[in-house]
Antibody, heavy 117, light 109 residues
């Protein structure tokens, strides 16, 4: 059974960097693509970034200048860094497995990150 | 950028009724790479349908997907109490790779 679990700070100050980690169990991270998706309170889902274990990455163009996704195969984890955050980056951040044909078939429970001083 | 427009925004129905949800893309969705998700409050989305018409593992057969090109539909044949939730469509393609629709809330009438 594949399980994903997000971790990281729940509060980040404006202009700082948001850093989150997703721990994957039940499945080697050396298969599939792995992704971050976010959802501001009361709003729609927004895809942030995806990566394969060999480092093939893809980013949402609206966030590309500020975001980095990386994979640590030794820990079976992947991470998200989002620089220069503002209140607009306040959201629940989900990590997910991106399967072939573009479906997210396994999700973490999500972590609320609030940007506030 | 491909935009996905879902309608209606809210659907008010009673248990046992049929729900029909629409997802319209601003351009053709390549290879029918279109998925549907169910999301309940405080939970992560749950994959229902992928490839426009294929049910995900463990999804009851009252859920069905159809459509092609730029017009897609999710149908719930007979609503169960646990089906009242928000439903999102999502496409996979190129630049940006992935987009989601705005969601349809199915609420109890």
């Amino acid at each position: 059974q594949v399980q994903l679990q997000e971790s990281g700070p729940g509060l980040v100050k404006p202009s700082e960097t948001l850093s989150l980690t997703c721990s994957v169990s039940g499945n080697s991270i050396t298969y599939y693509y792995w992704s971050w998706i976010r959802q501001p309170p009361g709003k729609r889902l927004e895809w942030v970034a995806s990566s394969s274990y060999v480092g093939s990455t893809d980013y949402n163009p609206s966030l590309m200048s500020r975001v980095t996704i990386s994979i640590d195969t030794s820990k079976n984890q992947f991470s998200l860094n989002l620089m220069s955050v503002t209140a607009a980056d306040t959201a629940v951040y989900f990590c997910a497995r991106l399967y072939s044909s573009g479906k997210f078939d396994h999700w973490g429970q999500g972590i609320l990150v609030t940007v506030s001083s | 950028e491909i935009v996905l427009t879902q309608s209606p925004g809210t659907l008010s129905l009673s248990p046992g009724e049929r729900a029909t949800l629409s997802c319209r893309a601003s351009h053709t969705v390549t290879s029918n790479y279109l998925a549907w998700y169910q999301q309940k409050p405080g939970q992560a989305p749950r994959l229902l349908i992928y490839g426009a018409a294929n049910r995900a593992t463990g999804i009851p057969d009252r859920f069905s997907g159809s459509g092609s090109g730029a017009d897609f539909t999710l149908t719930i044949s007979s609503l169960e109490p646990e089906d009242f939730a928000v439903y999102y469509c999502q496409r996979y393609g190129t630049s940006p790779q992935i987009t989601f629709g705005g969601g349809t809330k199915v609420e109890i009438k």
